[in-house]
Every structure is written in C-alpha cells, then in structure tokens.
C-alpha cells in the first residue's frame, strides 16, 4: 500500500469504528476510540481499551497513562506521532473495567485490518488483555519485555510481538514504572531484529528470516545493535545494546 491507501483504509475503520453497535459497550459510550498516529510507522502500541478522557476526546492515551506513554517514548527518543496508538477494545468499558471476551471478539476484526494496513514490524503489547490477543496463556510477569513472532492472523503478518506493562499500572506501582522503562528501552533494538527478519538476513539465535521485504521508507541505521540473546521458550529475550535507544523509525 503507498501511504495515501493506508491512511484511507485506517481512516474507514476509523468511521466503522465511530458507528459501530456490535457489542454493548457502545450504549455508554461518549466517542469511540479508532486509534491514530503515523500510517507509515513500524511500530504500533496497543493497549486494553479507553478510559474516561479518551471517551470524552476520541483518542487513545490522553490521560495520565498516556502522559505516561509520552514519557516512555521520550526515553528512546521517540514522539507519540512517530508511533501509531490504538487499543483491543474501541470503546470505554463501564467504570474502567475489564473488557469482557465478547467485547474483545466484536472489535477484533477492526485491530486486524488496521494491523493489515500498516503492516507494521512491531507490534508493543500494553498490558495483560492486548498482551493475551498475541501472546495466549502467556502471564505479564513473565513474559514482559520479551519478544516473539506475531501470529499473522492477528494482521501483523511479518511482525514481533513485545509485551509491556499498562502505563495505568506502571502509575500505581513504581517497580513496574522501573521496568517499563527498562523494557522499552529495548524496543528500538527488536525493531532493528525485526527490520532484519523481514529483509532475510540470518538471525543469531535461530530466528527463522521473514517473508517481507523491508520498506523502502526504512533507512538503514547508522550503528547497528548487537546480536539478540537465544531464545527462551515460549517467548525470546531481545538485544538490548546500550546503543539502541538511538534507533530512529525512519
């Protein structure tokens, strides 16, 4: 897709989003919550679902959590529109819930197909129900900070998957605050692992090579990272050089 399709195909389910009845959490809603960010970005977050300021605004992360996320970003040198930003559910569950597994199934077919739009090299889970979508069975303590190959029936046909904690419980608890920013200072690094699997290259530790070709949007770094540790079933152990965190998306 150029970048003109993907920003149409993102901007109709955005609208299908809008309207959408399919389960009941759009009874309360104020705006459903699409997602957004840079359509020809390589990595997407993807957390649980709105909270009270994302329903009122539209948009995903506008609160403390998401004030948290920037900060996060920051860290590696990252800003929120280099990204893109969305959740499993659309829609703000009553009083902050959990979503319920019939409402992650009804809105599942809408992070697909945006998935299949950006085809992204990253996909960054944020907490334990985006992290179940693409890791099931998996727990959150164990496996946070930690990578593996995305399922492509989830639409990340050619991508890792890294699991984070929720920003919300990173503000509750500062030892999670800790790791969030020692894991997602990793990120850079699994996206250059990524870039190399969808370009073929061998990957130390077994990696099998993926079959897309890197973008031709994607340049290719300055310093590239160290070679990524073996993999530890079921999930792998990324790289995580001290130079990494200075790996740009574009």
């Known amino acids: 897709m150029t970048r003109d399709e993907r920003r149409a195909a993102l901007e109709q389910i955005a609208n299908e989003v809008r309207a959408c009845t399919a389960c009941r959490l759009h009874e309360g809603r104020t705006r459903a919550v699409p997602g957004e960010g840079d359509p020809d970005t390589e990595v997407v977050f993807v957390g649980e679902g709105p909270g009270f300021n994302e329903d009122r605004e539209g948009r995903p992360f506008v609160g403390r959590a998401g ?126 692992r990524s870039r190399d699997r969808r370009a073929g290259t061998p990957q130390p530790g077994g990696d099998a090579p993926g079959g897309s070709p890197i973008a031709d949007h994607v340049p290719t770094p300055a310093a590239p990272p160290a070679a990524a540790s073996a993999p530890v079933p079921p999930v792998e152990s990324p790289a995580h050089p001290d130079d990494a965190s200075q790996l740009t998306l574009f």
Request: charge should be negative; glycine fraction near 8%.
């Open 67 to 192: 004030g948290l996320l920037v900060g996060l970003l920051g860290s590696i040198g990252w800003q929120r529109d280099d990204v893109f930003i969305t959740n499993v559910v659309k829609c703000r569950p009553p009083d902050n819930r959990d979503p319920e597994p019939d409402e992650i199934a009804a809105c599942a077919p809408f992070l697909r197909r945006q998935l299949e739009a950006l085809d992204p090299a990253v996909v960054v889970t944020l907490g334990r129900y985006s992290m179940g979508t693409f890791m099931p069975g998996a727990r959150i303590g164990q496996v946070h900070g930690t990578t593996t190959p995305a399922d492509p029936a989830t639409g990340a046909r050619d991508a890792l998957v890294f699991a984070m904690y929720h920003p919300a419980a990173a503000l509750r608890t500062p030892a999670l605050e800790r790791d969030s920013l020692d894991d997602i200072a990793r990120v850079p690094a699994v996206l250059q």
